[in-house]
């Protein structure tokens, strides 16, 4: 079997397409398909007649999903670059074709998406300009079909192209030892936790033991499953859950392995690393890199005998926070810590690049480093920690700032504090293990406040604080309207939080036809209070802090209807200028009741700004 992958910018159809190829609806959360946006990795199943079938990895196309996608892009073999017709290519169509041409990608077909959307000179135009995007890349040369999921047009053509592609893809070696980074972790009520992924290579038999790493506990597989259906061996290329008895969900998340007991979890490699053109000024001798292996995201260092000068292959050693298991030949690329730009890519050319080079440090800077070490979590500015250290202040700024360019400081801002890179990291590592319990105990939590973890982990609230957003900022953790999770974590209702709101939403859909209706909050409330189900009030909190529900003045709104209200908003006050209430309640489908409500809402939002009896636009937004 082979896994296909989709790849592009933000809305240009890739989970659409998915949908009309495969029947599946890749989103799987509701809060995706109220917000009509992938947030992390859809997977499908693709069967043909003559029983030719592959999975499909569907990823997320916003920014700031990236390292969803980076989590699924391993594993793909044959890519769909989705470009809308109408739009062209687009910052994230780059990004994902130069992330993907360091990975296992063998064959590409671009899919002009939305072909219902343009006219015959139009489509033509987006052709042209999707070739001199691709100039240079794998997709270079690769066969172009334009499809329309609205009109089904081109989709068998596609199928057929998909079809070939597959059938002209070589086999994973199925003799290598086993290797399957994991992506999904989950539990299954009576069967225990389920770890999902891509078999990278090599073949599992039920009941065979392997290790997963980087915990090192050996486990059974008890069963596998290929797209719902019960295996006894599976080979690589396929998407597998594997039914791992003994391991709590707590225990492991995305990123770790399921592999082969020879394989040796390791913390440093030797890689030949292809630099990035653009990122060449970014490289340094050691440079703080956040590492992608696998399906894992690691921090770590790449260091090189001397800051490449061009972007021909280098060799250099990776050195990695937690170790994974690597093999020689196997894929990775690299982000810069923040932000998070990509440095470039490589392959793994032998394990055990053997410890970081010595630091030699002079006996100012082991001074500074040892003070650092002395004021903790909640650091110190420079000339204090200069105090501490006794070296003079501007010598203590220029020490500190090669710290942080080498990863062994943090610098803080407002205020400034320098803090201890490796008392941080052990601080954020115990904030994920705390979350990642809770996440899986009460999976529709939004996640945790600063104060709830500084009081779980006895830490200081002040000092965590700042951790906690820098943590947020590179990636470590999530940040969503107040709360922290882990980046990999999305709430998920229950079945029955799910099927109250589905219920109570259901009924404005159906009279979506005669105007934008929303539910009252204060009815909401008391369904909520009487229906006993629990969680429900943390779900509902859940749903408004993702957006997928909008508090708007006593009504709460899915997010759909407010964008369709703001699309068309916008639309009206570009043509118009401005624009009374009573011509906004008519194109937005409602009453005076709501109309009010509605536009104070998209004032606060920043959209509107009243103008006496009338609302002009307060910026015309770029468009997506
Ligand atoms: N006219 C037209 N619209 C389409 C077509 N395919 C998708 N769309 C619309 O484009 C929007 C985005 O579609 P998605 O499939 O969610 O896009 P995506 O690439 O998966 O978006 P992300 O996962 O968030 O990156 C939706 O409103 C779709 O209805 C098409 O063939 N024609
Ligand atoms: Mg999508």
Not at 287 to 303: D, F, H, M, Q, S
């Amino acid at each position: 079997m082979h896994v296909i992958g989709t790849a592009g910018h933000v809305d240009h159809g890739k989970s659409s397409l998915v949908r009309a190829l495969t029947g599946t609806n890749p989103d799987r959360w509701i809060e995706e398909q109220l917000r009509g946006m992938t947030l992390d990795l859809g997977f499908a199943h693709l069967r043909f007649e003559d029983g030719v079938e592959a999975g499909i990895v569907d990823v997320p196309g916003h920014e700031r999903f990236l390292h969803n996608m980076l989590a699924g892009a391993a594993g793909m073999e044959l890519l769909l670059l989705v470009v809308a017709a109408n739009e062209g290519p687009k910052p994230q169509t780059l990004e994902h074709l130069a992330i993907l041409a360091y990975l296992n990608v063998k064959r590409t077909i671009v899919v002009l998406s939305k072909s219902d959307t343009v006219d015959a000179e139009e489509l033509a135009f987006a052709e042209e300009l999707v070739r001199e995007a691709v100039a240079g890349t794998p997709a270079e040369g690769a066969p172009f079909v334009a499809v329309s999921c609205h009109t089904g047009a081109g989709l068998d053509e596609l199928r057929d192209a998909i079809h070939a592609a597959l059938l002209e893809l070589p086999a994973r070696a199925p003799d290598a030892p086993a290797y399957l980074p994991i992506d999904r972790v989950f539990a299954l009520p009576g069967h225990g936790t389920i770890v999902t992924g891509t078999l990278m290579q090599g073949r599992i038999s039920t009941g065979e033991h392997l290790v997963l790493q980087p915990l090192g506990r050996e486990v059974r597989a008890r069963s596998l499953h290929v797209f719902g259906r019960e295996r006894s061996v599976v080979e690589g290329g396929a998407r597998v859950a594997v039914n791992v008895p003994g391991v709590e969900t707590g225990e492991i998340a995305r990123g770790a392995v399921l592999a082969s007991p020879q394989f040796v979890a390791r913390d440093s490699v030797e890689v030949t690393f292809r630099p990035l053109p653009l990122a060449l000024g970014l490289l340094k001798r050691r440079t703080p890199v956040r590492a992608y292996l696998g399906a894992a995201e690691i921090l770590g260092t790449l260091a090189f005998e001397r800051a490449p000068l061009d972007a021909s292959p280098v060799s250099a050693r990776l050195h990695l926070r937690t170790p994974t298991v690597v093999f020689p030949g196997a894929a990775f690329v690299v982000r810069r810590l923040s932000p998070k730009t990509l440095l470039g890519g490589g392959t793994i050319s032998a394990l055990d690049g053997g410890p970081l080079p010595a630091n030699d440090d002079s006996p100012d800077v082991a001074a500074l480093v040892a003070a650092l070490a002395s004021v903790g979590l909640a650091g110190g500015e420079a000339g204090r920690l200069g105090a501490v250290a006794n070296v003079r202040a501007e010598r203590a700024e220029e020490i500190l700032a090669d710290l942080v360019d080498e990863g062994r400081a943090l610098r803080l801002t407002k205020p400034v504090a320098f803090v201890d890179a490796a008392l941080a990291a052990e601080a954020i590592e115990r904030v994920r293990a705390h979350l990642q319990t809770t996440e899986s105990a009460t999976p529709w939590q939004p996640g945790a406040v600063a104060r709830t973890l500084a009081r779980d982990l006895g830490i200081p609230e002040a000092a965590l604080a700042r951790v906690l957003a820098l943590a947020a900022e590179d990636g470590r953790l999530a940040y969503r309207a107040g709360y922290y999770a882990t980046p990999e974590f999305q709430p998920t209702l229950t079945a029955d939080q799910r099927a109250f709101f589905d219920a109570r939403f259901a009924a404005t859909a159906a009279t979506a036809a005669q105007g934008n209706v929303p539910v009252p909050h204060d009815e909401l409330v008391a369904a909520m209070r009487t229906c006993a189900i629990p969680g429900i009030h943390v779900a509902f909190e859940t749903l408004l802090a993702g957006g997928a529900l909008v508090k708007v003045g006593d009504d709460v709104y899915r997010s759909e209807q407010i964008n369709d209200i703001r699309a068309k908003l916008e639309a009206a006050l570009r043509r118009d200028k401005q624009l009374t209430m009573a011509a906004f309640r008519d194109l937005a489908g409602t009453s005076r009741k709501f109309a009010v409500p509605l536009l104070e809402w998209f004032d606060a939002a920043g959209v509107t700004i009243r103008s006496g009896d009338v609302r002009v636009l307060r910026i015309v937004p770029p468009r997506r």
